[in-house]
């Protein structure tokens, strides 16, 4: 009998239920409930202990998932809002209650918080590379359609404009944006009928952006969506592959010289296909806009762990962690100040400037105590923190420790 085929995803059952875990974790459990030993009572820690090559800090994302995670447990846990700047050794969230309530939870805790955050973190970086221009998130191809919504929503908190999946869009309430294919020119086999259809077609809000390396040389594609398209073209975008990209600011150069020489001033060129940060930053004096998606989807990753850093109520971690539960005061400059919980903080340490605490409980006994933010809040506190970051030269300073 033939095999039937499926799709290899966990549901929400399999995740709120446990069973989403390794099994090491149902292991543990099953001897400390054999000795009556799963009431003990801990606080464990999310952090990291470092950063990838060149990273001074990370954003932190995917907390709400983690709150539907643990809504109706009885635990209390405290976190960072969500969208916030952190960096290495800081806790972007608390966990208490007994160990046998959550423990079995931890993969499905750091595996929400830690791809989400990869993935905000390098939004983050490829906005700042783009110095206030537009970054569209084009990068669901790369990922499986399950986890396309979270992955589009972690990129958009992190910084991007906005994204191209269908799916995720709708869930935050967006509309998705995108071009055309490649595939509409090679099916009509005329990349002149693809953009007349593509106008005749698309509503007026859909902005004309021209895919203009199918079949010829960029600049002359350029040239001819222009000519065709007139003053209904709003840009061109290129999607040259690195294969056969050569100097793609060249290239960049060109177009826009053979479109301005020709009366197109008004077109707007978009580049797209195996961009990062560093691509970013060395077009972005030419180019108006980005779509930026492998770099995204697949980013060095934010180790985030989940460490028990105190049992009944007294210091205790494995080695080479901070015993002890951690708070973070901040300033407005971004300046960090970690301390014993409990511990209270005025001043900051750097500039002496004022501070807040950034843990703030989310959950007491398993109930909601604080509001969600929507994903367009938290983009823009995002946004707001990197601003500081880049003009204060923020991203220098390490968190001060204070025992």
């Not at 958009?156 to 309430?173: I, N, P, Q, T, W």
């Not at 007491?364 to 923190?385: C, F, H, T, W």
């Not at 601003?387 to 390490?398: F, H, I, Q, T």
Request: proline residues 5%.
């Amino acid at each position: 009998m033939r095999r039937k085929p499926r799709l290899y995803i966990a549901d929400e059952r399999a995740i709120k239920s446990g069973e989403a875990t390794d099994v090491y974790f149902l292991r543990a459990k099953k001897i400390l409930d054999n000795i009556s030993a799963s009431a003990t009572r801990v606080v464990a820690e999310v952090h990291s202990y470092g950063f990838p090559n060149g990273y001074e800090w990370a954003v932190f994302t995917g907390l709400e998932e983690v709150v539907y995670l643990l809504e109706g447990l009885p635990v209390d846990l405290y976190a960072m809002p969500e969208g916030t700047v952190f960096r290495a050794m800081e806790p972007v969230a608390r966990i208490e209650g007994a160990y046998g309530d959550f423990g079995v939870f931890e993969p499905a805790i750091l595996g929400m918080l830690r791809h989400s955050t990869s993935v905000s973190t390098k939004a983050a970086r490829v906005k700042l590379a783009a110095n206030g221009k537009p970054v569209l998130f084009f990068g669901i191809r790369c990922i499986h359609p399950a986890i396309s919504p979270m992955v589009d929503r972690a990129a958009y908190l992190g910084g991007c404009d906005a994204v191209s999946g269908v799916a995720g869009a709708v869930m935050l309430e967006l509309e998705p944006t995108g071009t055309m294919p490649h595939a509409l020119m090679l099916v009509l086999g005329d990349e002149k009928k693809a953009w007349k259809l593509f106008h005749e077609v698309m509503p007026e809000n859909v902005p004309r952006i021209a895919l203009v390396d199918t079949f010829y040389d960029e600049r002359v594609e350029a040239l001819e969506a222009a000519e065709t398209l007139g003053k209904n073209l709003y840009g061109v975008r290129l999607d040259t592959p690195s294969s056969r990209r050569g100097n793609i600011r060249k290239i960049v150069q060109e177009v826009r010289w053979t479109l301005d020489i020709h009366g197109h001033r008004h077109v707007k060129i978009f580049v797209s296909g195996g961009l990062d940060e560093k691509n970013v930053m060395e077009l972005v004096d030419l180019v108006d806009g980005f779509g930026v998606g492998t770099s995204i989807a697949f980013p060095p990753s934010i180790d985030l762990a989940l460490d028990i850093v105190e049992k009944n109520g007294k210091p205790l971690s494995k080695r080479g962690k901070l015993p002890g539960g951690k708070q973070v005061y901040r300033c407005e400059n971004l300046h960090d100040t970690v301390v014993p919980w409990g511990r209270v903080v005025e001043r900051c340490g750097v500039c002496g400037g004022r501070v807040e605490p950034l843990l703030k409980q989310v959950l007491s006994r398993g109930e909601i105590v604080s509001d969600l933010p929507d994903a367009k809040e938290i983009r823009e506190r995002v946004l707001g923190q990197l601003e500081k970051l880049v003009s204060a030269d923020a991203s220098r300073w390490g968190p001060v420790f204070i025992g």
